[in-house]
T-cell receptor, first 112, second 115 residues
Framework: EAGVTQFPSHSVIEKGQTVTLRCDPISGHDNLYWYRRVMGKEIKFLLHFVKESKQDESGMPNNRFLAERTGGTYSTLKVQPAELEDSGVYFC??????????FGPGTRLTVL | AQSVTQPDIHITVSEGASLELRCNYSYGATPYLFWYVQSPGQGLQLLLKYFSGDTLVQGIKGFEAEFKRSQSSFNLRKPSVHWSDAAEYFCAVGAPDFGNEKLTFGTGTRLTIIP
């Protein structure tokens, strides 16, 4: 069974540019989560999809972040325009049942 | 609001020695509790979790954790560490509420194993 995959593994962009991160959950998992870890700090929740609907987006930092999950399959997280403080590792997780979340390897975003 | 404290940023342990990683949480009731591990280049892997019942929880890779309500703690233990246990460990809490499934993580504890 393939795990959660994320693309790209690493992205380096300049301040003001746009970046789109992609997450492919495990097939059949209705729940999809985005988290972010800023360097040296805790991993913070961004949002939660159930199929294509946003169940909880209370962790989204501001309106520069846009998450979508078309057709309830893969998800994208767009940052536009990127700021320096957006640097960090973005994790995606998926689950079919509470307490059985599988995390992807993360995308390391560096904003210069 | 829920919060998690992992007081140890970095711990160094000799191979074969015992290990205890500390985790304290703040939550109004009994939360769901988790320990995750992240090895270099890998995603977060669930070691164990506590939802209810027996307060001593067994996990994968020989790890266990004990929920102590009176101390608001959920410390992770292993009787004898292996070099492959070197990684970063995260404690997390979740609210046992339907529709509120986000996890709140601690800042992590990096474990170094010396021969």
């Amino acid at each position: 069974e393939a795990g959660v995959t994320q693309f790209p593994s690493h992205s380096v962009i300049e301040k003001g540019q746009t970046v789109t991160l992609r997450c492919d959950p495990i097939s059949g998992h209705d729940n999809l989560y985005w988290y972010r870890r800023v360097m040296g700090k805790e991993i913070k929740f961004l949002l939660h999809f159930v199929k294509e609907s946003k169940q909880d987006e209370s962790g989204m930092p501001n309106n520069r972040f846009l998450a979508e999950r078309t057709g309830g399959t893969y998800s994208t997280l767009k940052v536009q325009p990127a700021e320096l403080e957006d640097s960090g590792v973005y994790f995606c997780a998926s689950s079919q049942m509470r307490g059985r979340e599988f995390f992807g390897p993360g995308t390391r975003l560096t904003v210069l | 609001a829920q919060s998690v404290t992992q007081p140890d940023i970095h711990i160094t342990v000799s191979e074969g020695a015992s290990l205890e990683l500390r985790c304290n949480y703040s939550y109004g009731a009994t939360p769901y509790l988790f320990w995750y591990v992240q090895s270099p280049g890998q995603g977060l892997q669930l070691l164990l979790k506590y939802f209810s019942g027996d307060t001593l929880v067994q996990g994968i890779k020989g790890f266990e954790a004990e929920f102590k309500r009176s101390q608001s703690s959920f410390n992770l233990r292993k009787p004898s560490v292996h070099w492959s246990d070197a990684a970063e460990y995260f404690c997390a809490v979740g609210a046992p509420d339907f529709g509120n499934e986000k996890l709140t993580f601690g800042t992590g504890t990096r474990l170094t194993i010396i021969p």
